[in-house]
């Protein structure tokens, strides 16, 4: 089998004597849609962290592409085509929405950033690949909003055109889905749906509707270890699955 | 809403064009004392518009920054006592020195954040200031007087008044349309970028550290070139220049103008040095009337006083 595009082996983090990271292991082959699933506090958002780098994890190693990132700074992994949107929307508030987008594009356009004179505004391909981006997530016609005067929703979306103006390999979004309402989840599903066929993305959500109507696979995460992996209707048949954390989501149920 | 008069751009006008009328002034009324006191405050106000850029900027609450002060001070002081006359050689050695100064402070203290980088900014300044002191070739203690003001041959004579006034007066609106190309560059929305969350900037893959001290070396230079022109204007240095209350005066004047504006720090630094010498002429006990005053101004005038004009424009 190929070296898949994100591998994960044995990775471990604690907080105190809290083990966060249990021991994770987790591939995610090009074009998939990995979800990670598990209750609140099972340490999504932790592994989120130690893949981007914001967080240096205790054991175990990373590879993107197989290239051992594990001990690579944020930006690093961001240049190699890792992104990542974040749970609790994380912008430049003073900043307009074409501007938070333009900045993600101006990183990655290969000339650096220590250029003291000319109009950074002003340049042609940055706004270009902002507008472009915008447009993709359906918020071209807010580029020139404050990101302050932006709705939840609207936010979400800048998101992840902030993610996507940073050309990834892989998409790492921390639910994505969360405080949207009904219509908005439907278009943010069906704009991973669009996306799918361009990045692979590890999916870390809550809302069960999207990451079974999404996921080419799904990971369990339970205090911190994945106590399952397969496909959607593997997981929902598995036993151990159901009694600790599906057993009670009637909307799964229902969903089988 | 274009069409409307912005009052802040008016009033950034105004003091620009007052400032550029200042010494017709003073010549029509014979009023030399007035020339003295602006020519210092242009200086400092080149100083604080400096540090603007680090602090409202760059978001880096620097509590050191009268350390450049002192080094372009006695960059000028200590080459002219050694009989290096040239100004070019002089200022070019004060913002050399100044830049890597900058550069190895910034350094360490970027490695912190929030309260301990104020600390250790203080700490590094509050060290330049005894190393100054212990300086006893170059007066130590009682400071270093300059017996000759830096010489730039025929080109101007800073020991006349006047052309030392218009020396300061273009450095500081060429620094402060320079920082203007800077805030609207890739650099300067980069700074604006760390300045409203790191973490997001990592994120979409800027290393944050190398832009932070370039802005921490490049606002370093511009406070070492002020130091020098305050060498020559006050024909003296000596570490009191770089005492720590200097650089929290230099802090009020960035804070009290508006921190994060093009002009508010020249604002600043002309409401706080005129405030300070007309209220020293009223009373000996004049801080207990300037402290509640700045105090006001903080706490109701968010954003200062450009702030406080900007939302007058808007009703």
């Not at chain 1, 890792?82 to 990183?107: C, E, G, M």
């Not at chain 2, 600390?119 to 300086?135: H, K, N, W």
């Not at chain 2, 003001?149 to 349309?177: K, T």
């Not at chain 2, 370039?214 to 070492?224: D, E, H, Q, R, S």
Request: proline letters at 2%.
């Amino acid at each position: 089998m190929a070296e898949p595009l994100l591998r994960v082996d044995n990775l471990v983090r604690r907080f105190g004597g809290i083990v966060a990271t249990d021991h994770v292991c987790l591939d995610v082959s090009k074009g998939e849609i990995h979800a990670i699933i598990g209750p609140n506090g099972a340490g999504k958002t932790t592994l989120i962290s130690q893949l981007t780098g914001h967080l240096a994890p205790h054991a175990g190693r990373i590879f993107l592409g197989g290239r051992d990132i594990s001990h690579f700074p944020a930006y690093k992994r961001s240049a190699l085509g890792l992104a990542r949107s974040f749970q609790i929307t994380s912008l430049l508030t003073d900043f307009t929405a074409a501007d938070n987008v333009a900045l993600a594009a101006q990183a990655h356009d290969g000339r650096h950033s220590f250029r003291f004179f000319a109009n950074a505004r002003k340049e042609k391909t940055l706004r270009d690949a902002a507008r472009a981006a915008l447009e993709r997530v359906g918020l071209g016609h807010r580029a020139d909003v404050l990101v302050s005067k932006l709705s939840h929703g609207e936010q979400r979306e800048l998101e992840l055109a902030v993610a996507l103006a940073t050309k990834p390999q892989l998409l790492l979004l921390d639910e994505p889905m969360a405080g949207l309402g009904v219509t908005e989840s439907q278009r943010m599903v069906k704009l991973l749906n669009e996306l799918r066929k361009e990045v692979s993305i590890v999916l870390v959500e809550h809302d069960m509707e999207a990451v079974f109507a999404l996921a080419d696979r799904i990971s369990v995460l339970v205090y911190g270890r994945i106590i399952a992996s397969g496909r959607p209707d593997e997981i929902r048949q598995n036993e151990e699955v159901k009694r600790a954390y599906l057993g009670d989501q009637h909307v799964v149920v229902g969903h089988g | 809403m274009k069409s409307q008069l912005n009052v802040s751009t008016l009033v950034a006008v105004l003091v620009v064009a007052g400032l550029v009328l200042l010494p017709v002034y003073s010549n029509l009324t014979g009023n030399i004392f007035i020339l003295t006191l602006f020519t210092r405050i242009v200086i400092l106000a080149l100083a604080a518009v400096s540090l603007n850029l680090i602090m409202g900027y760059g978001g880096m609450m620097s509590f050191g920054h009268a350390a450049y002060l002192g080094i372009g001070g006695y960059a000028v002081g200590i080459l002219a006592q050694e009989g290096i006359g040239s100004g070019w050689a002089q200022f070019a050695v004060a913002i050399a020195v100044s830049a890597l100064y900058a550069l190895v402070i910034g350094a360490l203290s970027l490695r912190t954040r929030g309260v301990y980088f104020i600390m250790i900014t203080l700490a590094f300044a509050q060290m330049a200031y005894y190393v100054a002191s212990g300086l006893a070739r170059y007066g130590g203690d009682d400071g270093l007087t300059v017996y000759k003001r830096s010489d730039f041959g025929g080109l101007i004579n800073l020991g006349n008044r006047v052309q030392f006034y218009y020396l300061c007066l273009f450095c500081l609106l060429a620094v402060v349309v320079l920082i203007w190309r800077i805030v609207n560059s890739r650099f300067g929305l980069v700074l604006q970028g760390l300045r409203s969350n790191e973490q997001r900037m990592q994120a979409i893959g800027f290393p944050s550290k190398r832009y932070k001290l370039a802005c921490f070396v490049i606002a370093g230079m511009l406070c070492g070139l002020s130091g020098a022109l305050l060498a020559n204007n006050t024909d003296f240095v000596s570490p009191a220049v770089m005492y720590w209350t200097r650089s929290g005066d230099l802090m009020v004047m960035v804070i009290l103008g508006g921190m994060g504006t093009l002009m508010g720090p020249v604002v600043g630094s002309v409401v706080f040095l005129v405030l300070e010498e007309v209220l020293s002429q009223l009373t000996e006990y004049w801080a207990l009337i300037m402290g509640p005053l700045l105090l006001l101004i903080v706490l109701f005038g968010r954003g200062g006083i450009m702030g406080m004009l900007g939302r007058l424009n808007r009703g």
